[in-house]
């Protein structure tokens, strides 16, 4: 096993080098223009090496239907080169980067006669096995149908809102069970059922009075809000008992007394605070 | 049960039809091609060679029949899952809605289709050819699903 996997290793690494050694050529697979106007054909290459001082880009054009291509743009030594003898006299322009492995060229005022396979060569010593990538360019008097962006549209947007339409039904009966779990957790859980109205207005109240009560004695702490509070308080005597008993969470009560206590108030002053809560739960 | 089989049959059925109308290239035929929303199919030299739409086609209206057709299918599809999901899933004595409203829509859509072909394609061209299967096949698909969805608005699960 371990011979098989030494020798296995030893192939790929004899066979890895000369295939990273090749270099690879990208151009368009196509391009379609309109006569008259302009195309930049780009070309780019990859290669294991850094981008050399010799890096060399050749274009070349074959006619639909001929079978012999004929140069029209090179770029070597730093310098680009561009047809000036040919079809492309002045009408080509070498806007690449090669710095960057890019060698793109740019053709310009096109004609049916631009019909053609353009090629594009990149070498970049001492990376120069390659295959050159092509081009096929098609001109037209106007551009075909574009069978896509309407259709697409039109597609994506009635498919878009069916799949709106069932996630929001499904949220909307989502909440509303929650809702009604919630309301039926809260009718067993307390004692006395609030509205939720007046569960806010009484909040409000409380809020209010116990900022308004350590103003008046001491200086003013702060104090959380008081959730869930709403005692219920009917006579005198017995009020703070009630109160107590009606308060929906103990745990809130007991953590009230422990704050007022914080802040140096005497028990009685607590118990007198905690009175007048209830007080103002019941103006509401 | 054989009005549920009555009523799949009828669904699968309008789902082939629409299918061979979006599909197949046929929706105006002459005597050397056969051309439609996707593609031109010309006989030269007896061999027929597939082609591009011509430019002189209103663009925007024939993106319109590619897009309607294609939804007509793809919910007309999503229809007839719906309705077999709901043949096990719908409680005794309730409609079948929602297949109604799958239906519906494709049956729309599928109209929507077919009208703007028939108003704004090969209007000038009568004498020269003739509507093709897929033309033909669009309509009467609308008239299946129509059928179809009513039926499913007014049928009760027993």
Redesign the interface.
């Known amino acids: 096993m371990l011979r098989v996997l030494a020798l296995a290793s030893v192939v790929l690494l004899g066979i890895a080098p000369q295939a990273s050694q090749a270099i690879t050529v990208y151009t368009s697979w196509e391009r379609h223009a309109l006569v008259g106007s302009d195309v930049r054909l780009s070309c780019s290459f990859f290669s294991w090496r850094f981008v050399s001082e010799d890096v060399s880009f050749t274009w070349r054009y074959r006619p639909d239907g001929s079978r012999d291509s004929v140069s029209i743009a090179h770029y070597a030594g730093g310098e680009p080169y561009t047809d000036n003898k040919g079809a492309f006299k002045d009408r080509v322009e070498f806007v690449g980067n090669p710095k960057r492995r890019d060698g793109s060229i740019l053709i310009k005022n096109l004609d049916f006669s631009d019909n053609g396979t353009f090629t594009c060569d990149a070498k970049n010593p001492p990376d120069i096995v390659g295959r050159p990538s092509s081009v096929r360019l098609l001109v037209f ?2 551009l ?2 574009q ?9 994506g947007v ?2 878009g809102l069916l799949v709106l339409i069932v996630v929001i039904y499904y949220l909307m009966r989502f909440l509303v069970a929650r809702r009604v779990f919630s309301l039926s957790v809260s009718k067993h859980g307390k004692k006395k059922k609030e509205g939720s109205q007046q569960r806010q207005a009484s909040f409000l109240l409380l809020l209010f009075f116990l900022f308004l009560l350590p103003l008046l004695q001491y200086p003013p702490p702060l104090l959380p809000p008081l959730p869930h509070m709403h005692p219920v308080c009917s006579d005198k005597r017995n009020r703070l008992a009630r109160c107590h008993h009606h308060m929906t969470i103990w745990r809130d009560y007991n953590s009230i007394q422990r704050l007022l206590r914080e802040f140096g108030m005497r028990k009685r002053v607590v118990k007198g605070n905690i009175h007048l809560l209830c007080m103002a739960a019941q103006l509401t | 049960m054989l009005v549920l089989i009555a009523l799949s049959i009828l669904h699968i059925a309008a789902i082939i039809l629409l299918l061979a109308a979006t599909i197949d290239n046929a929706w105006w035929v002459t005597s050397t091609t056969s051309t439609d929303v ?1 593609g031109r199919w010309v006989l030269t030299n007896n061999k027929w060679n597939m082609t ?2 011509p ?1 002189n ?1 209103p ?2 209206y ?3 029949v ?3 057709t ?2 007509a299918c ?1 919910f007309s599809i999503i229809g007839l899952f719906v309705f077999i999901a709901q043949l096990f899933t719908l409680p005794k004595g309730r409609r079948f809605t929602i297949s109604g409203v799958f239906q519906a829509l494709a049956c729309l859509f599928i109209m929507i289709a077919a009208s703007i072909y028939t108003d704004r394609f090969h209007t000038n061209e009568k004498s020269i050819g003739n509507y093709g299967h897929s033309f033909i096949l669009a309509w009467i698909a609308f008239g299946l699903t129509f059928i179809s969805s009513i039926v499913y608005f007014v049928l009760r699960k027993k």
Request: glycine residues 6%.
């Open positions: 008097e106007t075909p149908i069978a896509g962006v309407i259709t697409g549209a039109i597609i009635v498919l | 996707w591009d739409l430019n086609y663009t925007d024939l993106q319109a590619q897009a309607t294609v939804l793809i």
